[in-house]
């Protein structure tokens, strides 16, 4: 397990973050991705992610590189359109609740994920209110090729190599994908 504080992680900056990203994504065919609060950054506008970004500079005192972060962000996004690429995400129903951006950036976000959904390489998942949870909801994660588990709290990011780690947050995901969802 590698564990990394944010304050060391992004003391340059956001974007350096995201172009970490970009080369993870660019290595892995299958991303599995459970989030119970927040959007995950392949799937959000630029105005989300501007909400999320900000959120992050002020709550740790970062460098301002909301721009270029935003940028990196959406360029991400160009891996969804590649069909040796599968995506399955799923969110909370909380996570498309949450207040945590103005209502017409929530509403364009909400717009966003049908598009993205309709992809034949994304399945998105949401898990309603309703459902009685086999596994609590703790917190997102995503799952590289079933070989990593990037974790994300407050305070810093848990990079999970283990073979049982990645088979606990292999068989969460599973427990979170049957649940009751519009979209599997």
Same mark, same amino acid.
């Given at each position: 397990m590698q564990h990394a504080e944010w304050q060391r992680i992004l003391r340059t900056?956001?974007?350096?973050?995201?172009?970490?990203?970009?080369?993870?994504?660019?290595?892995?065919?299958?991303?599995?991705v459970f989030e119970a609060t927040v959007l995950p950054g392949l799937l959000q506008t630029a105005e989300y992610?501007?909400?999320r970004f900000a959120e992050g500079i002020r709550r740790l005192k970062l460098p301002n590189d909301i721009n270029e972060a935003v940028a990196a962000r959406v360029r991400r996004?160009?891996? $969804?359109?590649? *069909? !040796?690429?599968?995506?399955?995400?799923?969110?909370?129903?909380?996570?498309?609740?949450?207040? $945590?951006?103005? *209502? !017409?950036?929530?509403?364009g976000q909400l717009d966003r994920l049908i598009s993205f959904s309709q992809l034949p390489n994304v399945r998105l998942g949401i898990v309603g209110f309703e459902t009685q949870y086999a596994t609590s909801p703790w917190h997102g994660f995503w799952i590289y090729d079933n070989e990593r588990v990037l974790v994300e709290t407050f305070s810093a990011a848990l990079d999970l190599r283990q073979p049982q780690e990645i088979e606990l947050y292999g068989n969460a995901f599973e427990t979170a994908r049957?649940?009751?969802?519009?979209?599997?």
């Open positions: 900056g956001l974007k350096p973050r995201q172009q970490e990203h970009i080369e993870w994504d660019q290595k892995t065919r299958l991303f599995q992610a501007r909400a996004q160009e891996i $969804l359109y590649r *069909t !040796d690429k599968r995506f399955h995400f799923v969110l909370t129903e909380a996570a498309l609740r949450f207040r $945590l951006c103005p *209502t !017409d950036v929530m509403l049957g649940s009751r969802q519009l979209r599997a």
